[in-house]
């Protein structure tokens, strides 16, 4: 009879959630591979972000899920989802990066200046480009929690609660740490351009000085 020759359909691992995805993975390598398509653009441009170098978010991101597939027969969900768990991979991975290099570059997050910082529209591409050199020097000097803040919000585009997850504090915490956040740069960016105002306003004086002088 064909009833008995029916095969069986392999369910659709896609449809699976997190939770009983890391269980499969545990045994079936087909599970994890769902879960690496279902993260890995997104830690791949977390990285990049960190690091400015897209050979070297490559090599890190690709750790990242190396070291998670290395791990996966401890991991348990203890408070700790799968996504944050790969962040804070990364995060380590890109820490060591950093310390080993010596180096910490940024790459200018357009989202974040439109969303969190209102310049008055530039007269020349030159000040544009003069402002977001301020935003990012601003940013270059936040402790590193607080950059990591930004680059999970306006980099991944997480929520409050999963950066929460991720840094091991409550969503109300986040929010606290985020508007601190906000103020603090646009306090340090004001103070930057209130020098750079004053650098302009003695420059100006010293060139009407010299011309005075040649005349």
């Not at 079936?28 to 960190?50: D, M, Q």
């Not at 690709?62 to 995060?91: C, K, N």
């Not at 591409?125 to 990591?148: F, K, N, V």
Request: hydrophobic fraction near 35%.
């Amino acid at each position: 009879m064909k009833l008995f020759n029916r095969r069986t359909r392999k369910p659709d691992l896609t449809t699976l959630p997190d939770v009983e995805l890391v269980i499969l993975a545990k045994d079936n390598s087909e599970a994890f591979g769902v879960l690496y398509e279902r993260y890995v653009e997104k830690i791949y441009k977390y990285i990049y972000y960190r690091t400015g170098n897209h050979h070297d978010a490559e090599d890190l991101a690709s750790g990242v899920f190396h070291r998670a597939m290395a791990h996966i027969e401890t991991y348990t969900d203890r408070g700790v989802p799968f996504q944050a768990w790969l962040y804070r991979i990364a995060h380590n991975l890109v820490a060591n990066w950093h310390r080993d290099r010596g180096r910490r570059k940024i790459i200018p997050l357009e989202e974040f200046v439109s969303a969190g910082l209102h310049f008055d529209a530039p007269d020349s591409a030159t000040e544009d480009q003069e402002e977001r050199d301020q935003l990012m020097g601003a940013i270059g000097r936040l402790p590193d929690e607080r950059q990591q803040l930004l680059y999970l919000k306006f980099v991944s585009g997480l929520s409050n609660a999963e950066v929460g997850e991720i840094l091991d504090r409550t969503e109300g915490a986040i929010k606290s740490l985020y508007h601190r956040t906000l103020i603090a740069l646009r306090d340090d960016i004001e103070m930057q351009q209130t020098r750079v105002g004053a650098r302009r306003s003695t420059d100006s004086s010293e060139t009407k000085l010299r011309k005075q002088g040649n005349d």
